[in-house]
Nanobody, 125 residues
Framework: QVQLVESGGGWVQAGDSLRLSCVAS????????VAWFRQAPGSDREFAAV????????NYADSVKGRFAISRDNTKNTVYLQMNSLKPEDTAVYYC??????????????????WGQGTQVTVSL
């Protein structure tokens, strides 16, 4: 069983930046593909970004491309989501998710086995 713990959410103004962190409780972290999803009130959970096990491959939703950057430090069992130029429509609970297929860049939530509890990001005008 892998536990994922997100942190770094908060309340910011439009144009500001935040960095989210996701720490995993596994000694084989480099074997896991990790993604960030988000869910706004009244909306379905949607894909934001994904990174493969060694950090060489990434993919982003069109809505965040050019503003968000996903990275990882396998020595710290941590994946980051740097969010720049935040917009009110980025307001959501952000979840990290992981699956042991380190060379795949899944963008559908049903592919992920492990989920964190989420961290709230609120962006105001």
């Amino acid at each position: 069983q892998v536990q994922l713990v997100e942190s770094g959410g908060g309340w910011v103004q439009a144009g500001d930046s935040l960095r989210l962190s996701c720490v995993a409780s596994t000694q084989s972290f480099n074997l896991y593909t990790v993604a960030w999803f988000r869910q706004a009130p009244g909306s379905d959970r949607e894909f934001a970004a994904v990174i493969d096990g060694d950090g060489q491959g990434t993919n982003y939703a069109d809505s965040v491309k050019g503003r968000f950057a996903i990275s990882r430090d396998n020595t710290k069992n941590t994946v980051y989501l740097q969010m720049n130029s935040l917009k009110p429509e980025d307001t959501a609970v952000y979840y990290c998710a992981a699956v042991m297929f380190g060379n795949r860049l899944f963008i559908d939530s049903y592919n992920y086995r492990y989920w964190g509890q989420g961290t709230q990001v609120t962006v105001s005008l």
